[in-house]
T-cell receptor, first 110, second 115 residues
């Protein structure tokens, strides 16, 4: 079954509001990566977190990796229309497999 | 970014037909991957190859096969296509430094419809 779940599946926000997507794995991940897929496009790498409890920022985006390395979050401050897309977490699990999360689709209303 | 190309970009085929999707990359990456994307399920790994002589099954390899013809080329075959293989297929490549720690660069995708 699906190993990495994300919530919410869909999120509509007014431009300027904040947005958060949560990623939860059934197993410990050695690292967590985040990708963004624009509508009609392909996934594009955003960032990788490796250490337990790690926090990284990219301008308005803040990424966190949980202490147990089983969950992660992406927070966007003051969303813009350019933030529209689907955000995926992804990571390696035991058995030499790599799992993408189910994704959160973000719509920003101008 | 890696230049990853996929052919064809769109394909409509019939149940039972054999079909091949092709992928090539020009960045000299050692590792290549095939994923399928279905609404609400994210991307799921079908097969991956860490070098030319290495082929590994992913989470959902049943009904698929792959061939790594060269460092730059990785093709995905559906031996006998069925309707539930209708999906968007992505190829990706990465440099290869250890485990699954590399940035993956994705191609534009192939939309496959099986009637």
């Amino acid at each position: 079954g699906q190993q990495v779940m994300q919530i919410p599946q869909y999120q509509h926000v007014q431009e300027g509001e904040d947005f958060t997507t949560y990623c939860n794995s059934s197993t410990t991940l050695s690292n967590i990566q985040w990708y963004k897929q624009r509508p009609g496009g392909h996934p594009v790498f955003l960032i990788q977190l490796v250490k337990s409890g790690e926090v990284k920022k990219q301008k308005r985006l803040t990424f966190q990796f949980g202490e147990a390395k089983k969950n992660s979050s992406l927070h966007i401050t003051a969303t813009q229309t350019t933030d529209v897309g689907t955000y995926f977490c992804a990571g390696p699990a035991t058995g030499n497999q790599f799992y993408f999360g189910t994704g959160t689709s973000l719509t920003v209303i101008p | 970014d890696a230049d990853v190309t996929q052919t064809p970009r769109n394909r409509i085929t019939k149940t039972g037909k054999r079909i091949m999707l092709e992928c090539s990359q020009t960045k000299g990456h050692d590792r290549m991957y095939w994923y399928r994307q279905d609404p609400g399920l994210g991307l799921r790994l079908i097969y991956y190859s860490f070098d030319v002589k290495d082929i590994n099954k992913g989470e959902i390899s049943d009904g698929y096969s792959v061939s790594r013809q060269a460092q730059a080329k990785f093709s995905l075959s559906l031996e006998s296509a069925i309707p539930n293989q209708t999906a968007l297929y992505f190829c990706a490549s990465s440099e290869g430094t250890g485990g699954f720690t590399d940035t993956q660069y994705f191609g534009p995708g192939t939309r496959l419809t099986v009637l």
